[in-house]
């Protein structure tokens, strides 16, 4: 009996699920400033963690400079509105390294608010945005 229900293939959507089920993405592009605090110290705070936890040093930023907005949503209209920012950020090693952000809508916790991606040129240790912060930049 298992077998014969397992067997039987996918359904289309029905007219239901056409036409009242997929409404679309719905986005405000309502997003902070790059210079935002609460940009700004989320990305100290995930730099910070990061560090500590995977890679077991005590690095922090400890502070940002010449931060400004390289775009804004650069892609298509439905696509998720991001802003690109760049600047320079001081380790507490002692170094100005280049940062690469994107406040990006929708990707906080559970999708309430907006969130940040960054990459910090010079620390990327697991080569998520290789070569050289490129693949965090627009």
């Known amino acids: 009996m298992l077998a014969i229900a397992g ?14 089920g997929l409404i679309g993405p719905r986005f405000d ?5 790059c210079q935002s605090p609460d940009a700004l110290g989320s990305i100290q705070y995930k730099f910070a963690q990061k560090e500590g936890r995977f890679w077991v040093t005590t ?4 502070r940002f400079d010449r931060i400004h907005e390289t ?20 380790i507490s090693d002692g170094v100005w390294r280049p940062v690469h952000y994107s406040i990006i809508e929708d990707s906080g916790n559970i999708g309430f608010s907006w969130g940040v991606e960054f990459c910090v040129a010079g620390v990327d240790r697991n080569w998520a945005y290789n070569p050289a912060c490129a ?3 627009p």
Do not use: D, H, Q
């Not at 293939?9 to 007219?15: E, K, N, Q, V």
């Not at 690095?59 to 400890?62: C, G, K, Q, V, Y």
């Open 135 to 137: 693949l965090a930049r």
């Open 7 to 20: 067997s039987s293939g996918a359904s289309a959507a029905s007219w239901f699920e056409k036409n009242f």
């Open 59 to 62: 690095l922090t930023i400890e």
């Open 71 to 90: 775009a804004f949503r650069p892609w298509v209209e439905g696509a998720v509105p991001r802003r690109y920012c760049s600047g320079m950020a001081l």
């Open 29 to 33: 592009a309502i997003l902070p400033p």
